[in-house]
């Protein structure tokens, strides 16, 4: 297996310092973007949806659970007895203590899935998930929220009993949040995945396989 090249100390401090150089800049842009999501203008939403959860019917309103701002990750439905890699890799990297404090700063989180509450339920325990996880089967709450037949993070924020949708994000951007690949992509090989940019013999495989 390939390995990265062997340096004097004050070599790889020269290559090191390069890389904070640019790392610095990244981290403003990051700064910047997160400035610009807070002055992102917001969109009403109608408390309207009837979510399916353990302890009865919920609404919308109701994921807030009395905070201000609700964060809530839709969990793709793939058909019964059928679960997204992908969907469960980041549901495993949700921290019940990150959970806990999300709600020390006044925000809820909450996982919906168009999957019925049966396989839902029956998969938390699978799988020994204790985040608050409902359905929105037989609701128009996937296809208002725009997630179509996938995956989507989005941020709401309640203004007493009206509700405002404020962001949303998929794909790469929902990536970024996971503790796993956050940690991978400061380590030498990375994620092996075979979509990065590695040197050559590097391993690598398949994101899902």
């Not at 310092?17 to 203008?41: H, I, S």
């Not at 995945?193 to 396989?209: A, F, H, M, V």
Request: with cysteine.
């Amino acid at each position: 297996m390939e390995k990265p090249p062997i340096v004097a100390a004050d070599e790889w401090q020269q290559a090191r310092d390069e890389l904070l150089k640019a790392e610095k800049e990244a981290t403003r842009a990051l700064d910047a973007l997160a400035a610009r999501r807070r002055r992102l203008p917001m969109v009403r939403f109608d408390n309207v949806y009837a979510f399916a959860s353990p302890t009865g019917t919920r609404t919308l309103l109701d994921l807030f659970e009395g905070r201000d701002e609700l964060v809530v990750y839709q969990f793709m439905d793939v058909g019964p007895d059928a679960f997204c890699p992908g969907c469960t890799a980041f549901t495993d990297n949700v921290p019940a203590g990150g959970l806990a404090a999300l709600a020390a700063n006044g925000v809820s989180w909450a996982t919906v899935s168009n999957m019925p509450l049966a396989q839902i339920e029956a998969y938390k325990a699978r799988k020994g998930w204790t985040l608050p996880f409902v359905s929105s089967h037989g609701t128009s709450f996937t296809e208002d929220c725009g997630a179509g037949r996938g995956f989507l993070l989005s941020v709401f924020l309640r203004d007493g009993d009206e509700v405002y949708r404020t962001y949303s994000t998929t794909a790469r951007g929902v990536d970024r949040l996971l503790f796993v690949n956050s940690v991978l992509d400061l380590t030498p090989y990375g994620r092996q995945e075979d979509w990065e940019d590695s040197p050559p013999g590097w391993p690598q495989r398949p994101t899902y396989g």
